[in-house]
């Protein structure tokens, strides 16, 4: 995760979180977090949004949604939520999965916005 701009917040002998966005913010974190769980190989739930974190913990809806996603999916399925998957449905290829979307893989690079939300560190 580390490799591809993420942070390992917590993790177990049995699963991890991570997040993309927390240390340096990148326009591209959602891609960011696929690629990284496409590396990986894992099973995994992710989704966007904001979260409070405090020292020893984070709290808020898209973790708790990744963390139904994760734990939903199959054995190597990475399920994305609605959300992530309206950011990035022109570079990922995914199929529905319940109330969710499976990622299969990624298209070659795009450029493509997947910002959506408020522009951080920025002076206009």
């Known amino acids: 995760m580390e490799r591809h701009g993420g942070t390992v917040e917590r993790s177990s002998a049995e699963s991890a979180v991570g997040f993309f966005g927390l240390a340096t913010t ?5 891609l960011r977090a696929l ?3 496409l590396e990986l190989g894992v ?8 979260l409070f974190v405090g020292e020893e913990f984070a ?3 898209p973790l708790s949604r990744a963390r139904r996603l994760h734990e939903t999916a199959a054995d190597g ?3 994305l939520s609605s959300d ?3 950011l990035v449905e022109q570079v ?3 199929e529905p999965a319940g109330d969710a979307w499976q990622l299969v893989d990624l298209r070659p690079e795009q450029p493509v916005p997947l ?4 522009f951080v560190g920025r002076s206009f």
């Open 26 to 30: 990148h326009e591209d974190d959602v």
């Open 35 to 37: 690629r990284a769980a």
């Open 43 to 50: 099973t995994a739930g992710i989704d966007s949004g904001e």
């Open 59 to 61: 709290s808020g809806r």
């Open 77 to 79: 399925a990475i399920l």
């Open 84 to 86: 992530v998957h309206r």
């Open 92 to 94: 990922a290829v995914a």
């Open 115 to 118: 910002h959506t939300g408020p």
